[in-house]
């Protein structure tokens, strides 16, 4: 007897019960660009007035960035602004090697273009977390 593979869920999140829209969904990838693209403009900005633009300063920048932002309060500043929150896939609290992973996997930039069904990347999935809006 042979088992009939799911249907692919309608909606990112779906299969992990979350909401198709609104507070809690997943977030899209739209805003997820729009968060990385704010954020790297800030590392830029910063790495310009304070390094005259290096590009190994504004790599570290964004890096520190994402990291002190994530730990303080669950977003990058991109994410914030946007709406948007990294949780813990098991709950709790997010802690501190979570975010170092995950920014440290979003520089390498290639885990945060694989994703997955639930709109996941590799780094989340490494760090154990998902990204939502609030």
Known sequence: MTETPAPPPDWPGQ????????SRSV???????????????????LSA???????????????GLQILFTIIVNASLGHAILGLRVVPMAGGLLGVWRPVVR??????????????????GLH??????????R
């Open 103 to 120: 920014a440290l996997l979003i520089a390498l930039v290639i885990p945060a273009m694989l994703f997955d069904e639930n709109n996941r």
């Open 27 to 45: 977030a899209r990838l739209g805003r997820r660009i729009a968060a990385l693209a704010i954020d790297w403009a800030v590392a830029v900005a």
């Open 124 to 133: 989340d999935r490494a760090a154990g977390t998902i990204l939502l809006r």
């Open 49 to 63: 007035a304070f390094f005259g633009y290096d590009s190994i300063a504004t790599l570290l920048i964004f890096i």
């Open 15 to 22: 299969r992990l019960g979350l909401p198709e829209t609104g």
